[in-house]
């Protein structure tokens, strides 16, 4: 009677520990890179090699970092925006988006930016980049030139009538040409 040099059915578990530690290492990896939600996580660990199609190993792994602390969507989610409105004036609706790209719960992103926006108005943001782009481009005089900035803060997330209000008072143009 032939017989295994190993237990066969002991080599499943040992795979499965060396797939799960090598999962766990390049989750630590990525994690170290950047951080990242929860969704983009699993997604990138599910596209690498060996662990394609095996979703316990990658939920486990998850699981085992919560667990750990470091992964936490709503504690990612509050980061990365306070550190989005830091870095330069950005409006809540751009915020969104990006937190959208990033897979985070729309419950979860709400919550971040109302205490993102709390902090830090979006009436003081909507000023700051006035100023930054009047620094820059200088104060609009024609039409066109208000159209530009106004255009600008709504592509930087800004609500349509907090914009509105704020380019009326920050313009002063003409329409009449020979006054400029």
């Given at each position: 009677m032939?017989?295994?040099?190993?237990?066969?059915?002991?080599l499943?578990a040992?795979?499965?520990?060396?797939?799960?530690?090598?999962t766990?290492?390049?989750?630590?990896?990525?994690?170290?890179?950047?951080p990242?939600?929860v969704?983009?996580l699993?997604?990138?660990?599910?596209?690498?090699?060996?662990?394609?199609?095996?979703?316990?190993?990658?939920?486990t792994v998850?699981?085992?970092?919560r667990e750990?602390?470091?992964?936490?969507?709503?504690?990612?989610?509050?980061?990365?925006?306070s550190s989005?409105?830091?870095q330069r004036?950005?409006?809540?609706?751009?915020?969104?988006?990006?937190?959208?790209?990033?897979?985070?719960?729309?419950?979860v992103?709400?919550?971040?930016?109302?205490?993102?926006?709390?902090?830090?108005?979006?009436?003081?943001?909507?000023?700051?980049?006035i100023?930054?782009?009047i620094?820059?481009?200088?104060r609009?005089?024609?039409?066109?030139?208000a159209?530009?900035l106004f255009d600008?803060?709504?592509?930087?997330?800004?609500?349509?009538?907090?914009?509105?209000?704020?380019?009326?008072?920050?313009?002063?143009?003409?329409?009449?040409?020979?006054?400029?």
């Amino acid at each position: 009677m032939f017989r295994f040099p190993f237990n066969p059915f002991k080599l499943g578990a040992a795979v499965s520990d060396e797939l799960r530690r090598k999962t766990f290492e390049r989750a630590v990896k990525l994690l170290a890179a950047k951080p990242r939600s929860v969704a983009e996580l699993r997604e990138r660990l599910l596209q690498g090699k060996g662990v394609r199609g095996n979703k316990s190993v990658v939920e486990t792994v998850i699981g085992r970092l919560r667990e750990y602390g470091y992964l936490d969507d709503e504690r990612f989610a509050f980061s990365y925006a306070s550190s989005k409105v830091k870095q330069r004036p950005i409006g809540r609706r751009r915020l969104q988006r990006d937190l959208k790209i990033k897979q985070v719960e729309n419950s979860v992103a709400d919550e971040a930016l109302e205490l993102v926006y709390a902090e830090t108005p979006e009436a003081q943001l909507i000023d700051r980049a006035i100023e930054k782009r009047i620094r820059l481009r200088g104060r609009p005089k024609t039409r066109a030139e208000a159209k530009s900035l106004f255009d600008h803060l709504l592509r930087q997330g800004f609500e349509f009538e907090l914009v509105s209000e704020k380019v009326r008072s920050a313009v002063q143009y003409t329409d009449d040409p020979d006054e400029c």
